[in-house]
């Protein structure tokens, strides 16, 4: 898989984050790397079939989850990832591939489907996904650093 | 606006910014034998009213001002997730069909409404389904033979099933394996074993001890990914409706590491087999969407 071809990813992200109350996403940086990725803190796991497969990931560590969920929560205080705070994140994983589907079959790639979410909370942990290269993106938004990871054949 | 009282089957509420539209969609609504137990406008009083009158079923607007018809769903839906919201709308296009299969809409109607097709998507809506419930009750059953079939095809040996009920939060016992499934009723596998386990395992299928951790991953992701596909096909040919698909598997292992599948009931078990417990977690959600 080309680095080109996760624009439809990143179109997502960028056009959904803004409707769950973010301002400013901001792309920080684009790279290739192994199929073993480290859990920084969370990882939302999303398995994708259709004419590509594989999972796209998005991780972050538990201190950006938590102020991930509370500002999907209009700014409600979110001491712990609890079960709500788990659901925000989440919910914000599956809207992100669903749109992710809705912007490949726009650029040609068509019928691409995506199971829901599963949570892995614990950092340090590795990650091994089916593929070999993973393309990493970086994003920053509004100040909070979170990874959308990559691996589709 | 507010809680209105009436008899009968379904429990209603409207959310229209028009006066012409509510009145029109809840005399349809009450002609088809429903209750409008409620009427919201906007974005500002839709939570109140919704909490307040608990109806079974909402009908939404898509262009209202300030938060449109799939703002006021994504909303309700994250205060409720167990919300049933259908669209009823002069708008029905691809892009807008989509946008409303985002946000969790289960049913679609234009205007204007007529009583028929409006009760023909309410009623699928609130109809029990019963290939779901197959699904959710009995699911978990085909990945267990699945799973006490392949250890005994691959391993020569037998595994059984504890009653011991695992925990609501569970930590993994080393490596996780996660799972996609794709179909009628998208959901997720996950299988849970120690590195121990693996390694023993391993040991077993390789005729060898695995070389390095790398190896003993793969192998499990490799026996789950077999587990899944086997369940998977089971539950199809029980139904080829489920139209069930696996997605490549996913590792985690190294630290402990918390298993969490947000919005799905999911059903779970622990495995006992000679190389070590294995647990199995299983769990489906609608992804159907009714239109008209």
């Given at each position: 898989m080309d680095v080109n071809s996760v624009n439809p990813i990143l179109s997502a992200f960028a056009s959904v984050l803004p409707q769950i109350g973010f301002e400013k996403v901001e792309k920080k940086s684009v790279a290739m790397q192994g199929a073993v990725i480290e859990n920084i803190g969370v990882m939302i796991n999303i398995g994708m079939m259709g004419p590509l497969k594989g999972v796209i990931l998005i991780g972050m560590d538990i201190d950006s989850a938590k102020r991930f969920a509370s500002k999907m929560m209009m700014?409600?205080?979110?001491?712990e990832l609890d079960n709500l705070a788990q659901s925000a994140v989440s919910e914000m994983g599956n809207m992100v591939c669903a749109n992710a589907c809705i912007q490949f079959s726009e650029s040609g790639v068509i019928g691409l489907d995506i199971s829901p979410p599963t949570l892995l909370i614990g950092a340090g942990g590795m990650v091994k996904v089916s593929v070999p290269k993973v393309i990493v993106v970086k994003f920053l938004v509004d100040e909070i650093a979170v990874n959308v990871y990559v691996g589709l054949y | 606006m507010g809680e209105i009282g009436n008899m009968s089957a379904f429990r209603v509420m409207v959310v229209d910014d028009s006066p012409f539209s509510r009145t029109i969609l809840a005399d349809a609504l009450q002609e088809g034998?429903?209750?409008?137990?409620g009427e919201a406008?906007?974005?500002?009083s839709l939570i109140e009213i919704y909490t307040n009158c608990k109806p079974d079923l909402v009908t939404m607007d898509i262009?209202?001002?300030?938060?449109?018809g799939f703002e006021c769903s994504k909303v309700l839906r994250f205060h409720d997730p167990a919300a049933k919201i259908i669209l009823v709308s002069s708008m029905k296009d691809d892009e807008t069909e989509a946008e409303a299969r985002r946000v969790g809409v289960m049913g679609y109607v234009q205007k204007p409404v007529d009583v028929e097709t409006l009760m023909r998507v309410i009623n699928a809506v609130m109809s029990p389904d019963s290939l779901f419930a197959k699904l959710k009750n009995g699911g978990i059953d085909c990945f267990k033979e699945a799973l006490a079939q392949n250890i005994t095809r691959m391993t020569k040996t037998t595994a059984t099933f504890s009653d011991k009920e695992p925990p609501a939060t569970y930590i993994s016992q080393g490596i996780t394996v996660v799972i996609g499934i794709i179909g009628k009723y998208p959901g997720s596998v996950i299988l849970d074993l120690s590195m121990e386990t693996a390694e023993k395992m391993a040991h077993v299928l390789l005729r060898?001890?695995?070389?390095n951790r790398e190896e003993v991953v793969s192998m499990a992701a490799e026996f789950a990914n077999v587990v899944a596909g086997v369940a998977c096909s089971m539950l199809n040919k029980k139904?080829?409706?489920?139209g069930l698909r696996v997605a490549p598997p996913s590792v985690f292992y190294g630290k402990a590491t918390e298993v969490i599948s947000p919005n799905i009931q999911v059903q779970h078990v622990y495995a006992d087999t000679d190389f070590g417990q294995i647990y199995l977690h299983v769990g489906f959600k609608k992804g159907s969407i009714l239109w008209m």
């Open positions: 700014g409600m205080a979110v001491p | 034998g429903c209750e409008v137990v406008d906007s974005l500002e262009a209202m001002p300030d938060a449109d060898r001890a695995g070389k139904d080829k409706a489920f």
